[in-house]
């Protein structure tokens, strides 16, 4: 190997050492050494999948996404607020709020998902009553004059209410700002995310999933350096190639698989070349229009040009060719659906999804996890059967 190779690999074990050890910071220390960095800062906490992050840094906070805490914190309280038939997402994230770690967040925002986020957002609002708790209730008309409409006005009260905890008024100049910055942001994670699928062995599937992760964190403009410089040096570190094939996978959009099941993919020779982790982080692609009304903007990033998921109302009705497309645009050889259980928005997409994958001829599997799991050994080899299954007969 070369001497810049290995220079290179050296910088990028040092930055995905960095995205872990936010990963692994379940009581938010580095949230907490932000606001200490300056008079008056505050940190919203918000849950996946999207929230408006460009108001809440236009009103001088820090979006904070609260993904709940994995494999990596011990259920005591949390199973006693919610019946035992959901998903472990809600259950973690009430322990991280009843146990103290959420403590540096001084608002929360939840978005709507589903009816137990729904739930969550009543919880908070009895478990921190001097905090500012906000249910976000996005638009499922897309139409400009009615969702739009409606969506500016969501917007306006988070800028409003935040803006009185950080004393810092949301003018339009400052949401142009913000948006710019975040646009900035958008084209780091659109090179990340074209690396990959052009050089899926260049950028393992942990280095990308632990980089999406740290979005949720760190100021967006020191997020959006770390990207660019991962993507500038993994084309330097000369990994080898492997055997694998091109998965896509679907259905893990809230509720974030653990990292041992990440591994586990790749160890079965799959190279994921597109997802829905963690997609608040990059819900809207396209960069957001900065010259004219920045609400009307950001309104019709969030209808008109956000990723498509089972959260999301599809009016259009085009959901389901828009991801064969997407698939074959991705040149994935099939498709993993892997929900968590329990997951109603995911595992009620998924059979129009898979229908959708049949006519087209492209295989799949499926499969569910949870946050929390911790034995891979039967998704390896269900995921390993699909691999050779396609390289040795293009189909499953």
Not at 276 to 282: I, P
Request: glycine share 8%; aromatic share 10%.
């Amino acid at each position: 190997m070369s001497t810049l190779a290995t220079d290179a690999s050296e910088r990028l074990r040092q930055i995905i050492a960095r995205a872990e050890a936010l990963y692994d910071d379940l009581d938010f220390k580095v949230v907490k050494e932000w606001k200490e960095q300056g008079k008056n800062r505050k940190a919203i906490g918000f849950l996946p999948i999207y929230v408006p992050r460009e108001v809440i840094h236009a009103a001088g906070a820090l979006p904070v996404g609260i993904m709940g805490g994995a494999d990596r914190i011990e259920i005591v309280r949390g199973d006693s607020y919610f019946q035992s038939y959901i998903c472990h997402f809600p259950r973690s994230v009430i322990e991280l709020a009843v146990s103290g770690r959420l403590d540096a967040c001084d608002g929360f925002l939840f978005p709507s998902i589903c009816d137990v986020v729904r739930n969550l957002s009543g919880m908070f609002k009895m478990l921190f009553e001097g905090k500012w708790t906000h249910y976000l209730d996005l638009p499922q008309n897309f139409d400009n004059r009615l969702g739009g409409r409606f969506y500016k006005n969501e917007m306006r009260t988070i800028a409003r209410e935040v803006g009185k905890l950080t004393g810092v008024e949301v003018t339009d100049k400052r949401l142009r700002d913000s948006i710019t910055v975040f646009n900035e942001n958008r084209t780091a994670l659109r090179r990340l995310v074209h690396a990959r699928r052009d050089r899926p062995w260049e950028i393992p599937t942990i280095d990308y999933y632990l980089l999406l992760r740290a979005a949720y964190l760190l100021p967006v403009e020191e997020h959006t350096a770390m990207v660019n410089e991962y993507v500038e040096l993994s084309a330097q570190a000369g990994r080898p190639r492997m055997d694998n094939i091109r998965v896509a996978v679907r259905g893990a959009f809230c509720e974030q698989p653990p990292l041992g099941l990440l591994r586990t993919l790749e160890r079965a020779g799959c190279y994921v070349v597109d997802d829905d982790f963690v997609l608040g982080s990059r819900f809207i692609e396209q960069d957001v229009d900065h010259h004219g009304d920045p609400w009307d903007a950001l309104a019709d990033g969030f209808m008109n040009r956000s990723l498509p998921t089972a959260s999301k109302y599809d009016q259009r009705g085009t959901k389901h060719a828009d991801f064969v497309q997407r698939v074959r645009d991705f040149k994935a050889d099939g498709v993993i659906f892997m929900a968590p259980s329990f997951c109603d928005p995911a595992l009620l997409d998924q059979p129009m999804l898979v229908k959708a994958l049949e006519n087209a001829g492209i295989p799949n599997t499926s499969f569910k996890y949870s946050e929390d799991t911790g034995q891979f050994q039967v998704i390896r080899e269900q995921a390993g059967t699909f691999a050779d299954a396609l390289k040795l007969w293009g189909k499953a």
